[in-house]
């Protein structure tokens, strides 16, 4: 029994455009679909994750999603929105980064229970790499005419462009290749449906016309809105590039903050796109927003719910942890049992100073650590002042003139945070 996915897609605000007849032929019992990823890192990133969401409600409507690796096309680039060629991969490469997706997809897509609608996993280099030119040429191209192709809009853009050198012939046959794939997984695996982003629907509808041209078959096309961020900058970007889904790249504690610093306008619209919960929550999520936005009701489940999903519970737990750090609320206890990495990141661009453990070992007294050996705080003097008004703590605990830093106070054996007032923070680094 299949439920509607088409009908989901539209309250979530994850439909663009959809070819006639694609939901009545979903209705009819279970299909497949596929959605092509570009391999060419060994990583998912958030950009990806709308695609990856479209395959994921597919498969909980009852249907079989196909997540297809884009080996061969990704050694040619695809124009779409795209200024310049993409750099070709090596076969060692590609494999290296299909086994990463294919981990990552795990945790959205179920490929390996026994039920009909298992996930596949494929890559189109595997039926590509033996078909040569004039096979192809004879076989697809002579179905597709050039004044068909030049019609898209991802080609008339390119070639409208006055700053572009051209297209070459390898990107401008992208579409064919892409088209192909939807061919071969309507014959291999009874595929009838391509799912992508609003600016593949002319690679995705050249797809289903090979279908019909070739097999005289019926392909459908379904495409999702691009993502974008209220105050017109590019979603899915910081200023230190990509949010990945790999811990290695991006680490959950940041993923986490990505979504927590989201505005308002965009958690409202994120929630829907990528969580799995239903209607009545998000409207009585949103409800509860609009009543106390300063509490941040949204972006939290938001953040809570997708890093659960791309990491761990256990990941969350360590990102929320770090971030009561931050804004004053954890404990001594907490503080000390942040790792290296994570107390960097919590901290990045606090001010600093480097001691040396021989620095420590009879016990740095409180005016050198504040004022004369940091600069923390600008003379002997205030450091006194503060510290007798009682507004001065180390790792979190409040101390007094008399108080000593020691070995002992190191936090992953590395670090010492002062703190002056709620937010005034300074890390001693000790090397």
């Given at each position: 029994?299949?439920?509607?996915?088409?009908?989901?897609?539209?309250?979530?605000?994850?439909?663009?455009?959809?070819?006639?007849?694609?939901e009545e032929?979903l209705?009819?019992?279970m299909?497949?679909?596929?959605?092509?990823?570009?391999?060419?890192?060994?990583?998912l990133h958030?950009?990806?994750?709308?695609?990856?969401?479209?395959?994921?409600?597919?498969?909980?409507?009852?249907?079989?999603?196909?997540?297809?690796v884009?080996?061969?096309?990704?050694?040619?680039?695809?124009?779409?929105?795209?200024?310049?060629?993409?750099?070709?991969?090596?076969?060692?490469?590609l494999?290296?980064?299909?086994?990463?997706?294919?981990?990552?997809?795990?945790?959205?897509?179920?490929?390996?229970?026994?039920?009909?609608?298992a996930?596949?996993?494929?890559?189109?280099?595997?039926?590509?790499?033996?078909?040569?030119?004039?096979?192809?040429?004879?076989?697809?191209?002579?179905?597709?005419?050039?004044n068909?192709?030049?019609?898209?809009?991802?080609?008339?853009?390119?070639?409208?462009?006055?700053?572009?050198?051209?297209?070459?012939?390898?990107?401008?046959?992208y579409?064919?290749?892409q088209?192909?794939?939807?061919l071969?997984?309507?014959?291999?695996?009874?595929?009838?449906?391509?799912?992508?982003?609003?600016?593949?629907?002319?690679?995705i509808?050249t797809?289903?016309?090979?279908?019909?041209?070739?097999?005289?078959?019926?392909?459908?096309?379904?495409?999702?809105?691009?993502?974008?961020?209220?105050?017109g900058?590019?979603?899915?970007?910081?200023?230190?590039?990509?949010?990945?889904?790999?811990a290695?790249?991006?680490s959950?504690?940041?993923?986490?903050?990505?979504?927590?610093?989201?505005?308002?306008?965009?958690?409202?619209?994120y929630?829907?796109?990528?969580?799995?919960l239903g209607?009545?929550?998000?409207?009585?999520?949103?409800?509860?927003?609009?009543?106390?936005?300063?509490?941040r009701?949204?972006?939290?489940?938001?953040?809570?719910?997708?890093?659960?999903?791309?990491?761990?519970?256990?990941?969350?737990?360590?990102?929320e942890?770090?971030?009561?750090?931050?804004?004053?609320?954890?404990?001594?206890e907490a503080?000390?049992?942040?790792?290296?990495?994570?107390?960097m990141?919590?901290?990045?661009?606090?001010?600093?100073?480097?001691l040396?453990?021989e620095?420590?070992?009879?016990g740095?007294?409180?005016?050198?650590?504040l004022?004369?050996?940091?600069?923390f705080?600008?003379?002997?003097?205030?450091?006194?002042?503060?510290?007798?008004q009682?507004?001065i703590?180390?790792?979190k605990?409040?101390v007094?003139?008399?108080?000593?830093i020691?070995?002992?106070?190191?936090?992953?054996?590395?670090?010492?945070?002062l703190?002056?007032?709620k937010?005034?923070?300074?890390?001693?680094?000790?090397?």
């Amino acid at each position: 029994m299949v439920s509607n996915f088409v009908e989901e897609l539209q309250w979530r605000g994850m439909l663009h455009d959809i070819m006639p007849g694609t939901e009545e032929h979903l209705q009819e019992g279970m299909h497949s679909a596929y959605v092509g990823i570009d391999p060419t890192a060994d990583s998912l990133h958030i950009g990806h994750l709308v695609g990856v969401m479209m395959l994921r409600h597919f498969q909980r409507a009852g249907h079989r999603p196909i997540a297809l690796v884009g080996g061969a096309t990704g050694m040619i680039g695809d124009p779409s929105g795209k200024s310049a060629e993409r750099n070709l991969l090596d076969e060692t490469t590609l494999r290296h980064n299909q086994e990463a997706l294919k981990s990552q997809l795990a945790r959205f897509l179920d490929f390996d229970s026994n039920a009909d609608n298992a996930a596949i996993l494929v890559n189109n280099y595997d039926w590509m790499k033996s078909f040569s030119f004039l096979d192809f040429i004879r076989d697809v191209g002579k179905h597709i005419t050039v004044n068909y192709m030049m019609a898209k809009d991802s080609v008339r853009k390119r070639l409208s462009e006055e700053s572009n050198e051209g297209m070459s012939f390898t990107e401008f046959s992208y579409q064919l290749v892409q088209g192909y794939d939807f061919l071969h997984l309507y014959r291999s695996h009874q595929c009838t449906l391509q799912m992508g982003g609003s600016d593949q629907w002319g690679n995705i509808t050249t797809g289903t016309e090979l279908i019909r041209r070739i097999d005289g078959g019926k392909g459908f096309a379904l495409t999702c809105p691009l993502i974008t961020k209220a105050d017109g900058t590019k979603f899915g970007k910081t200023e230190s590039g990509n949010v990945w889904l790999d811990a290695g790249r991006t680490s959950p504690y940041k993923f986490y903050q990505y979504w927590m610093n989201t505005s308002d306008a965009d958690a409202e619209k994120y929630i829907k796109i990528f969580t799995l919960l239903g209607r009545d929550e998000i409207e009585t999520l949103v409800a509860e927003h609009s009543q106390a936005p300063h509490q941040r009701a949204l972006q939290r489940r938001l953040a809570r719910e997708i890093t659960t999903m791309v990491h761990s519970r256990e990941d969350l737990e360590r990102a929320e942890l770090a971030s009561e750090i931050l804004f004053g609320k954890a404990t001594a206890e907490a503080l000390k049992a942040l790792d290296q990495a994570t107390f960097m990141e919590v901290f990045e661009g606090v001010p600093q100073a480097r001691l040396s453990r021989e620095d420590l070992a009879d016990g740095l007294d409180m005016i050198a650590a504040l004022s004369a050996r940091t600069g923390f705080l600008k003379s002997n003097g205030e450091a006194r002042r503060e510290l007798g008004q009682n507004a001065i703590s180390v790792n979190k605990n409040k101390v007094d003139e008399a108080y000593r830093i020691t070995a002992d106070d190191l936090i992953s054996d590395r670090f010492v945070l002062l703190q002056r007032g709620k937010k005034n923070y300074f890390v001693l680094m000790v090397d």
